[in-house]
């Protein structure tokens, strides 16, 4: 006579105590793998973009634009070029990332492991800035035949670089949870991204605006953040270093919240 069969118990569900770092971990290699399977696109094409704005800015003017704060006119436009370029892929990464997954009806592969707000916000956040930083030392590396760059303050070079990839990528996070379409996405990064940077002093002196512009410009954030990444390498400011070092951090903090609350409350996400 057989024995009786056992009954079959369900295994029980991890339990992860504290912060869940191979959940974490797994979700930001995702994002990191998944530009860098798509390099030419995500690495190679900003870098493209920017050289030819090195060639229309710098080689097209040559003789003809005088230095800036007796800084070569290609010294003073490169790191704008370099900060464009952390700024748009940084964004670019982390609301495609969610926008794709929404469309596609993949949201649920992110909400049904056990991560919590802060590891998803986490993962997110650092997947784009990683993208942000490396197209950005990439272009560093591509403008240095057109310009000479010495660095003068490695400190607000690595500060306000790394800062403006993580704000800009919580940005996309923003973005990509509150888009429904493709539309959406294309109204912030054409309406928001885009003006905000260039007129943010990328290419020029914002004290040359005219009013109410030159003004206005005070109040764009993206201008202390390329004002302050460009005083790492000429070592001239426009604006007040310390301010630009601590409206940082209060929006770098300002969108970690809402990005946690985004993510608790399952804005857009969940019905």
């Not at 190679?44 to 003017?61: E, G, R, S, W």
Request: hydrophobic fraction near 55%; proline fraction near 7%; glycine fraction near 10%.
């Amino acid at each position: 006579m057989n024995p009786p069969s056992e009954a079959v118990v369900p295994p029980m569900p991890r339990d992860y105590q504290g912060f869940n770092w191979a959940g974490f971990t797994t979700l930001y290699l995702r994002e990191v793998r998944r530009f860098w399977k798509v390099g030419m696109q995500t690495l190679a094409a900003p870098v493209v973009t920017a050289l030819l704005y090195m060639m229309v800015f710098v080689v097209a003017v040559r003789g003809a634009a005088p230095p800036v704060h007796g800084t070569a006119f290609s010294t003073f436009v490169a790191p704008g070029l370099i900060m464009m370029s952390i700024l748009n892929n940084a964004f670019a990464n982390s609301s495609s990332s969610l926008l794709q997954a929404k469309f596609n009806g993949l949201i649920g592969d992110f909400l049904t492991p056990p991560l919590t707000p802060l590891e998803h916000v986490g993962a997110f956040s650092l997947g784009g800035a990683t993208r942000g930083v490396l197209v950005g030392a990439v272009t560093w590396a591509a403008v240095l035949p057109f310009a000479h760059l010495p660095i003068a303050h490695i400190w607000a070079v690595l500060y306000f670089g790394i800062g403006a990839a993580l704000i800009l990528s919580m940005l996309g996070i923003m973005a990509g949870l509150w888009a429904e379409k493709f539309d959406h996405m294309a109204a912030v990064t054409n309406f928001v991204i885009m003006p905000m940077t260039f007129l943010s002093g990328t290419f020029y002196l914002v004290d040359r605006l005219p009013e109410p512009f030159r003004s206005a410009s005070r109040f764009n954030p993206f201008f202390y953040l390329i004002d302050g990444f460009r005083y790492g390498f000429i070592g001239h400011a426009e604006s007040n270093i310390l301010a630009g070092v601590g409206m940082t951090a209060g929006i770098a903090v300002a969108f970690a919240f809402i990005c946690l609350w985004m993510f608790e409350t399952g804005y857009k996400l969940k019905t």
